[in-house]
């Protein structure tokens, strides 16, 4: 497909398309090259890409609420469909040319993904029946290459699909719709807590969101039920969690990630009325999450030794060989921490090397003075 022919797929302009361009990223999947969307760019989903002639939509960036009370209202008009959110990476499935591929939130093709995803679900009768489906869910487990969060229902990694859509034009199917359709073709969704009037969608969400917060769950993402409308809402202990981590590499996380954790605590202590004692226990707490993991990485420095990104991987050893290549490709640095054998798979612990955090935490130490 040329790019006249592209500039229309994707309903821009030609001269948007333009513009576009000179942003696209060029990359290679086994030999067959392709161009992505790595970040927000207006008129087009960040993740969108273009493969041999065919288009596959980015998923749209959610917008959250700080208060649910105020921020429902302004999104959804009638019913509001409550999902869980799950803490992981996303992953959107597609058939292109007979192959299926998955891709990564930026759009890059994953090799690891790709291969993985054969073993823990059949999308073989969905593709064959709907071939411009993009199927879109999160991986989750503790044995990826990305983002290491717990569930205790799983112990390797698993795949639940939320949203169902049109690969070319990213058009969603309703809530209702999708739920059955997944039912039938057997692959696993994220969990629907219930649909709601919106006038008491507000209070219901803050229960169900209590209960996820006694066991460090992510949080919900609402949706109209057309679903064409996406609203997140997330608990304090992800963002505890979150800061805990990204205080973990202090240098190598922006800082407006950690202002924006702080700033959903401030507002949701206001959201659930919390009295003096109640709010202390609070900063308590996130002034653990924050403190004690820096001190651990300023110990780990200290003790000559170096922070990181940990993960473990679990799958054939052509898969994981690949996935050292795609990750080294980027330009990361990985050391390999452990290597072994069990069942036949390949268990991999690796470290992505961080460079600012080690080496700022070292100057610090050493005395490098500070000007501010
Ligand atoms: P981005 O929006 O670019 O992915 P982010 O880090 O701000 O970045 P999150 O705060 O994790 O994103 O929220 C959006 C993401 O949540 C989605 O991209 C998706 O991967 C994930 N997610 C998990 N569960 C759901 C769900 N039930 N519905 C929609 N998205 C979900
Ligand atoms: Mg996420």
Known sequence: MNDTEYHRTLGVGESAFEG??????????EGREYRHVPDYRRGVERGTVLFDGEVVRGFPKVPRTLVLETGIPTQ??????????????NVRVVRLDGEQLAFTRSGMVCPFTTRILQR?????????DHPGAMVCGEMIGPENPYTAHDYPEIDSLAFRAFDWRERQSG???????RRDRYD??????????GSYDVDEAASEVLAIVEELETESREGVVMRSPDATTLLKYTTSASSRSDLAYAFSLPFDYGQPFMFRRLLREGFRTIEVDEGDED??????????????????????????????ERHTVRASPETVEVLLEHLRDQGLTLEIE?????????????????????????NYLEGHVVAE
């Open 120 to 128: 823990l679900v059949d999308l073989g009768a969905l593709f064959d």
């Open 171 to 177: 058009e969603p199917l309703p809530v209702g719709e």
């Open 20 to 29: 576009l361009e000179e942003h696209l990223e060029d990359r290679s999947y």
């Open 338 to 362: 452990s290597d072994r054998r069990e069942d036949g798979d390949r268990v991999l612990t690796f470290c992505k090397r961080v460079q600012s955090s080690n080496d700022k935490i070292r």
């Open 76 to 89: 959804f008009e009638d019913r509001v469909a409550v999902e869980e959110k799950l803490n992981g990476y």
């Open 279 to 308: 709010a202390r226990e609070r900063a308590h707490d996130l002034g653990e999450a924050i403190l004690l993991s820096m001190r651990e990485a300023v110990r780990t420095v200290d003790d000559g030794g170096s922070i990181g």
């Open 184 to 193: 039938r073709y057997d692959v696993p969704q994220t969990r629907l807590f």
